[in-house]
């Protein structure tokens, strides 16, 4: 036994279910979609017809998202208790059907769909109680509950579809969500225009998306899950050009929804989005959708090791890129959203190099720290924005939002001053949190896989995390205050809605490590819970890596193993942690609008690279010239001017000469024409 | 019951639906003014509410025609009154009669002279336009082909805004030119079969049965596809389309996007491919066929990105729609030509509810510049989201209309043309290219004219008008089965004897491999 009451008590739990063995039947599975989506329909028409009436919305919004999460959570004691069942499909109606091509409104209930759901349902429960007390003095209040139960809906659409087609549903439909959410105050040009770019960004993903799902009914005939994954080994040669395409197709879908390179540049822009929703859809669920394709099609991309390879390299270098830039950000959701880019990263390593399991442990357990870090930042802008707005100052979000103007605010806010440090310890991995065995075992499985370089990468990267979040948490809560006299005086802490919120993910982000306990560490028992669950969703494409690869290795590349590099990394990050905090803590920042804009490499990294100034030069001014150029000289000029108007003005020539029939009215033309079938017709008869 | 069963399966019911509205229209003439409307109306629901039973009276799974009949009508030169309907056109037709009454009220404030013509030109249009989809003699075909033609010139050159005479002259005369070169190319069809089989006939069985010679083939295909290209619109000759939608009148955009494009679609699958299959299966016209589809995706959406004009910009988007539908159609394999048909009618529903919210707009304000409007979602919420769900149908959401017809489209062409399906995927980006910045600039930001804050959100009316097209629109995203089934025996059978015919291999790539594997699937469910 583990030592700890609670998890004592699960660990029972889990052991009771699982002595007596029985078939898994799913407990209203539509249901856990069904929730979300009369919740949507609900506020949407409360929004429209009685936008006055927030009790029903505060009501509904949150509590259809409870049930549905009680829903997941009985399916998954109910799978536990059906040891290594197979997936369960329930079909509701044919959606499209022409010859071979047959594709079912069909839901799939296993190991990783039922726990995905449960992480989505779970968090974003807490995250739809957060927004009551975050969004309850916006006019567009029912609006904002409607969109955000309309993308729980389409993310359990996602998670649970059964094929590609209907996963692309959810895929898209999250999209909108989030489209619409980024610029749910579409009143602000910038807002708008984030949400745009964030949809037409995505939208270069879907097409890859697209494609490999055309390429795969070309060459399997199919595109269910279950019958793509059991033909495709024997379909597909391994390591051959068709599966290598299919799976690159799938992860650029991959690269635009979870912000990889070179599709990361929405994701930063984002946080226009309200702060409930960057840590909804832009920290713990839809940016994880991609993690969860490559695992999901998992045997696919073990097929095509060239694209496994694109996949963790991809990842271990977005992971360390992200990091560099959140180094100097100063801007207290930007820091978290690259931070998210660069977390995302690790999953990525993870299923790149066939490590499932870690990947989606990290996702999961990323899911509540980072919504975490971001919720504890809305309850700092939610005061700063109170306490400017108060004593009559600027109160706009680059102000509020600008953590120069922050500092020594874990006086006035000391909820979110605690339960924000344990995010951030989380995140940087410090024993015994959530991220110290999630993360730890992602950079485990990559030294143990052989992949040398990408290990170096990530412990860069593990080093670099603890320090910009400590710098964050320095800047924010610690240090001497920079808010202004005046507003100092109206800083509140956040409704007690809020708190709860923050508590309760913080809970999350201490516990949730524990479900998979490595077994090389040293003192602490082997738990390999999620381990043992998630195995019947991976052990096909296991099967497949452990065929052509070996097992892998237990070594790190430089010896020494799993529990001695546990330890290592632990403590490298706590003397990061403590180096950076003394470091930053007697530091005098200007307020943003005194501060000079950093030099050297700083400038680098505060100007992001120059990546998206990069893109606007080399892709999206040409591109618009270019559509320029389409209409205005090929369009009018070339067609248009030259070719219909030149057969005009030819033509009219010519009519000068037969003007005597022409008389203006059309009527007279049509009447020639007929005359002239009948003569035609009259010809042929005789 | 049964009664009513023997009539929807005999060709009455398709001649009363031909024929009513002209004569309806031909009513309105001499009814006083203020009651024309009404009648309109009454007519065009009728019209309507008695094609609706076609839909469940079709035979599922039927390959061939069904409410056939053939008469002779003028047998000396071999002319007869030939119609039928079968899965490509019966959801044309019914798209045409849904959208007449939505037509006739989404007129019924906006047209304010001559109401007498213009309710006769908008019905006669009807008749010729479901003559085109159920004529089975190429005479027939011909005269309704150009009975569309004239009342569509009215409504735009009487009814339609400033520029209107000069856009209604070059819809004419484009239109006009192909046409004439296909009445050539049916006269030589109609030489031929008197050659080979000694009787005049123009029925459509008999000129499948006429062997066209080599070289000759590749004319005839040119001078049928002519027409219908400058129809679809296929690039280069689209450029009439967007000053036709400019100057004309909503409900003539309505009809002129949603359904008189198709004619020249269903030109291609009716008569151009099947007439002339070795000739537009040859690798030279099915690359150029293929190529010009592909400007039309990529390049018009190009175009339709920097359009200031609201209208013009759903015309070009039409244009990029219209490509989707060609590539489809010749690829030729069952799915694609399914899902081209089942897009026609999509397409009909979005962009048709896409120039119907311009002409909410344009009542209000009296202009479709973009830049004039700004935050509508703050002033008009209803109607703005009438808007934003209308135009992710158009950019092919999953969930609404627009996806399952692309999709079908694409999964279709990509086993037999993996690139050029590939391309015309880059169509989804572009896409969202083109229509989100509208919406950005339309309904969000901040109001930045003072003309805008006293707009009226939809009055009932425009509900009235909209919600309909919205249902459809909803309906046929989530379970479009229905019509798949409906259409997919015809383009099945269709797509299988073409390529059988033009000697090409009749197998798509994908049983290559999924030969070994067709048990899986059962085995998995």
């Not at chain 2, 999953?398 to 692309?406: A, Q, R, S, T």
């Amino acid at each position: 036994m583990v030592g700890v009451p609670v998890l004592d008590s699960m660990l029972a739990l889990v052991q009771e279910a699982t002595t007596h063995e029985r078939a898994y039947v799913p407990f209203l599975p539509s249901w856990m979609i069904l929730l979300p989506f009369i919740g949507f329909v609900i506020n949407g028409a409360v929004g429209y017809l009685a936008p006055d009436r927030r009790k029903l919305v505060s009501a509904v919004g949150p509590g259809v998202l409870g049930l549905s999460f009680l829903v997941a959570a009985v399916n998954l004691v109910l799978l536990i208790a059906a040891h290594d069942a197979e997936p369960v499909i329930r079909s509701y109606w044919t959606w499209m059907e022409v010859g071979q091509l047959r594709i079912e409104a069909a839901l799939q209930l296993d190991q990783l769909s039922v726990m995905m759901a449960l992480v989505v349902t779970c968090v974003s429960f807490i995250i739809h109680i957060y927004s009551i007390g975050y969004m309850g003095e916006d006019p567009g209040y029912a609006r904002y509950f409607s969109f955000l139960n309309l993308f729980v809906f389409f993310m359990l659409v996602l998670v649970l579809a059964a094929n590609f087609p209907l996963m692309f549903v959810g895929w898209e439909g999250v999209g909108l969500c989030s489209y619409l959410l980024i610029g749910f105050w579409f009143t602000e040009p910038a807002k708008a225009d984030a949400g745009q770019k964030a949809f037409i960004v995505n939208r270069i993903g879907d097409f890859g998306f697209l494609a490999a799902m055309f390429a795969l009914f070309a060459y399997l005939g199919t595109l269910d899950f279950q019958a793509v994954f059991a033909i495709a080994p024997r379909g597909f040669e391994y390591g051959g050009a068709a599966v290598t395409l299919i799976t690159l197709f799938l992860f650029l879908g991959c690269t635009g929804k979870s912000a990889q390179i070179p599709l990361y540049v929405w994701l930063p822009d984002a946080m226009h989005g309200p702060t409930p929703v960057s840590a909804l859809i832009h920290a713990a669920t839809m940016v994880t959708a991609g993690v969860y394709l490559v695992a999901r099609t998992g045997v696919l991309f073990a097929l095509a090791p060239l694209s496994m390879t694109v996949v963790a390299v991809v990842g271990a270098v977005t992971a360390l890129f992200a990091a560099t830039i959140a180094v100097q950000q100063f801007d207290i959701k930007r820091v978290i959203a690259y931070s998210t880019i660069s977390q995302l990263g690790y999953m990525f390593l993870a299923v790149g190099v066939g490590a499932y399991t870690a990947g989606i442990f990290h996702l999961a357990t990323h899911a509540f720290f980072k919504a975490l870090l971001f919720l504890a930042s809305g309850a700092v802008i939610h005061a700063m924005h109170h306490a400017l707005e108060h004593a009559g100052e600027e109160a706009g979000e680059d102000v509020t939002q600008d953590m120069r103007n922050m500092g020594g605010l874990k006086a006035y806010l000391p909820t979110s001053f605690r339960t924000a440090w344990i995010g951030a310890l989380a995140l940087a991995g410090v024993f015994p949190l959530a991220g110290f065995f999630s993360k730890d075992e992602i950079i485990w499985s990559a030294g143990a896989r052989g992949q040398t370089l990408l290990w170096v990468l990530a412990v860069l990267t593990a080093l670099l995390t603890a320090g910009y979040i400590t710098r964050w948490l320095v800047m924010v809560f610690h240090g001497a205050s920079r808010v202004g006299e005046g507003a100092r005086r109206y800083l509140r802490a956040a409704p007690s809605v809020m708190l709860v919120a923050l508590v309760l993910l913080a809970v999350g982000s201490v516990v949730s490590g524990w479900v998979n306990v490595p077994e090389a560490l040293p003192l602490l028992p082997e738990f390999t819970w999620l381990h043992q669950f998630l195995h019947p969703s991976f052990e096909a494409a296991e099967h497949v890596l452990v065929e052509h690869m070996g097992e892998p290795a237990h070594v790190a590349p430089l010896g020494g193993g799993e529990g001695t590099w546990a330890v290592l990394s632990t403590t490298a990050a706590i003397l990061v942690v403590i180096f950076t905090f003394m470091a930053l803590r007697g530091k005098r920042y200007l307020s943003a609008r005194e501060a000079a804009e950093p030099t050297g490499l700083w400038r680098l990294l505060y100007r992001k690279w120059y990546v998206d100034e990069l893109y606007d030069l080399v892709i999206v001014k040409p591109f618009k010239a270019l559509c320029m150029v389409s209409w205005r000289v090929i369009d009018q000029g070339l067609i248009d001017g030259a070719l219909v108007d030149g057969v005009a003005y030819t033509t009219r020539f010519g009519g000068w000469v037969v003007s005597r029939f022409q008389t203006g009215y059309v009527g007279t033309y049509v009447l020639i024409i007929v005359i002239g079938i009948l003569i035609i017709l009259g010809a042929v008869a005789l | 019951m049964s009664q009513l069963a023997t009539l929807y399966s005999s060709h009455w019911i398709i001649t009363f639906l031909v024929f009513f509205p002209a004569v309806a229209g031909l009513v309105c003439l001499f009814l006083p003014r203020e009651r024309i409307r009404y009648w309109a109306f009454t007519a065009a629901m009728l019209e309507f509410l008695v094609s609706l039973p076609l839909f469940w009276t079709f035979k599922i799974g039927r390959v061939g025609w069904q409410n056939f009949v053939t008469e002779p009508w003028i047998p000396d030169w071999g002319i007869s009154y030939a119609l039928g309907v079968d899965g490509i056109s019966l959801l044309l037709i019914l798209l045409t009669t849904f959208l007449l009454p939505i037509s006739v009220l989404v007129s019924w404030d906006q047209i304010k002279e001559k109401e007498r013509a213009y309710y006769a030109m908008l019905l006669i249009l009807v008749t010729g336009i479901l003559g085109v989809f159920v004529a089975l003699d190429l005479f027939l075909f011909y005269v309704f082909w150009e009975v569309t033609l004239i009342p569509m010139y009215f409504l735009i050159g009487v009814w339609g805004h400033e520029r209107r005479i000069y856009a209604a002259v070059k819809f004419f005369l484009f239109t006009a030119l192909g046409s004439l070169l296909m009445l050539v190319a049916i006269l030589v069809l109609f030489w031929l079969h008197i050659d080979q089989f000694g009787v005049t006939s123009l029925g459509y069985a008999d000129m499948l049965r006429v062997e066209v010679p080599g070289s000759l083939q590749y004319w005839l295909f040119a001078a049928f596809a002519l027409a219908f290209a400058i129809k679809v619109p296929i690039f280069p000759f689209h450029t009439w389309l967007p000053d036709a939608h400019v100057e004309a009148p909503t409900a003539g955009s309505v009809i002129l996007a949603a359904v008189l494009l198709k004619l020249g679609v269903y030109g291609f699958l009716r008569f151009a491919i099947p007439f002339f299959p070795s000739a537009a299966l040859s690798q030279t016209v099915l690359m150029t066929m293929m190529a010009l589809a592909l400007m039309g995706i990529i390049y018009t959406a190009w175009v339709a990105a920097v359009q200031p004009n609201l209208k013009k910009l759903i015309a070009y988007t039409s244009v990029a729609h219209l490509g989707f539908i060609m590539v489809g159609t010749f690829a030729l394999t069952s799915h694609s030509v399914t899902g081209g048909v089942l897009q026609m009618v999509n397409h009909g529903l979005s962009t048709g509810a896409l120039f119907i919210l311009a002409g909410f707009l344009y009542n209000r304000r009296h202009t479709y510049e973009i830049s004039e409007y700004s935050g509508l979602a703050k002033v008009i919420p209803v109607y703005s989201g009438c808007l934003v769900l209308v135009a992710l149908s158009s950019i092919g959401l999953p969930g609404l209309n627009g996806f399952v017809g692309e999709f079908l489209i694409l999964i279709g062409s990509f086993g037999r043309h993996p690139w050029i399906t590939l391309l015309a995927t880059t169509g989804v980006i572009f896409a969202a290219y083109y229509m989100l910045p509208m919406i950005r600039r339309a309904v969000w930001n901040d109001l930045r004219h003072d003309e805008n804050r006293q707009l009226l959100d939809l009055s009932r009316l425009e509900l009235a008008i909209i919600v309909p097209l919205l249902i459809m629109i909803v309906l046929m995203g989530v379970y479009p089965k229905p019509f798949i089934d409906r259409i997919a025996a015809s383009a099945e059978s269709l797509s299988e004897e073409i390529v059988l015919i033009a000697g090409q291999d009749a197998q798509p790539q994908q049983r290559v491999v999924a030969g070994d594997f067709t048990g899986s699937r059962a085995g998995t469910q």
